[in-house]
């Protein structure tokens, strides 16, 4: 059995009466919309409702289910502590996620809780639902600092869990959109606030799940949205399927946006399997981008695949490099991309080899096995890597950070034995001042501390 019907809904406190207190009224087609679903989800009977949300357990790498018999929660931070929930978990359900995610060697399962009370990504639909409807069970689960593709593999992992288990189920994506929509919004404004509410409202109201991967991370950042990942999942349960979509709702009069779709399957479609249409598009491209590469990331990427498929670096430099690869010795950044997520990078600020190429060779090991904000890359992983190398030129002294330029100079901020290194002409880094703040928060530096800056570039190979 397939999901039998899924829902793209925000999860504004404020739509809450007991919350808004009026305030409610400002938001009334998103109001009236979820009374819609709450019809919708009423007539399906589901026995277990499976919520995503971004305000559960989150980890960078590991999707959190939550264990347990059952979770209580309110609105009491919201001042309405009178709305409270109680919900019995599907146990089966989680267990039979786990089990699979534990075969695939995926990173998903019960472990990491951190507090069991419900969250108002999840209250607030239920709000609505349970007014209309009660006899299910619920499977709660996190997002992660995962990239966008294993989002979607969790969302066939529990497809496939439903299936097995043979439950009536339906799919909640909960998630805001875009929260820099307007000057007096929360966040305030950003142009690709608007673009992003546009984008995933379009791609949701055609069901084109497959554009989901189209947004770049760094994009989605700037336009502080909230529930992309929510619905990359729901719609990897519906992988391999048509889906009949509808858009129910979409506004952005509070400076955030809330858009509320209906999404139905239809059968069998072939035509519809995205991730792993996506993946073959993405080795294809990474293919034509080898072909391209020049020694010094050829050598990265010989590094990288040899340790990873053997476990051993490589011990000899290989033949036909570049004589300044051999004769000139400099430090230098490695720097591993999948899926436009970074996933690895290990460099040195100076040399420590004799060579630019031996530095290279030990610090492309160093950044797909070694980085302590990631797991090792995996050997499935290989085709899908974007190798960088970034040679740099000495470290020299400046008095202040008038003395920079964010794309030109990368910057390294020292305060006693503490040093954080930031390198130039990054996606996402564009004025002086984020660059140094981001160079501090890397090397433990705080706010106030005296510190010490340095200066200087890189020749990029891409």
Known sequence: MSIAGAFMVPHPPMIVPEVGRGGEK??????????????????????????????????????HISP?????????????????????????????IEEI???????????????????????????????????????????????????YELGQIIKEAVKRTGRRAVYIASGDLSHKLQTYGPYGFAPEGPQYDERIMDAAERAAFGELFDFDENFCDKAAECGHRSFVIMAGAFDGEAVRAEKLSHEDVTG??????????????????????????????????????????????????GYVESGKAMRHIPEGLPEEMLTRAAGAFVSIHEH?????????????????????????????????????????????????????????PIESAAELDVKRYGVIVSCGGRRGLLLPDLDGVDTVEEQVDIAMRKGGISPGEPYRLERFEVIRHR
Do not use: W
């Open 340 to 396: 436009g997520r970074l996933r690895g990078c290990i460099g040195t600020i100076l040399p420590v080899h004799r060579c630019i190429a031996e530095e290279i060779m030990s610090n492309a090991v160093s950044a797909c096995a070694r980085d302590p904000r990631f797991d090792p890359v995996r050997p499935e992983e290989l085709p899908f890597l974007e190798i960088n190398v970034d040679i740099l030129t000495a470290p020299e």
């Open 101 to 151: 995610a534990e075969d695939r060697s995926f990173p998903a399962g019960t472990l990491g809780e951190r507090d069991p009370q419900l969250d108002h990504g999840v209250m607030v639909p239920l709000y609505f639902i349970e007014k209309k409807y009660r006899d299910f069970k619920l499977v709660r689960i996190g997002l992660s600092g995962q990239p966008l593709t294993r989002h």
């Open 26 to 63: 400002q938001i009334e087609k998103t109001v009236r919309a979820y009374e819609r679903i709450a019809d919708e989800v009423a007539a399906l009977r589901p026995e277990t409702i499976i919520i995503s949300s971004p305000h559960t357990v989150m980890f960078s790498d590991y999707f």
């Open 256 to 305: 955030v946006g809330y858009g509320i779709c209906t999404f139905y399957p239809e059968g069998e479609d072939e035509s519809r399997h995205f991730l792993a249409q996506y993946l073959r598009e993405s080795e294809e491209e990474n293919r034509k981008r080898r072909e391209k590469e020049d020694p010094y990331v050829r050598l990265a990427r010989q590094s990288v695949t």
């Open 68 to 96: 347990g018999k059952s979770a209580e929660g309110s609105f009491s931070q919201f001042r309405a502590s009178g709305v409270r929930f109680r919900e019995t978990y599907d146990r089966e359900l989680v267990r039979t």
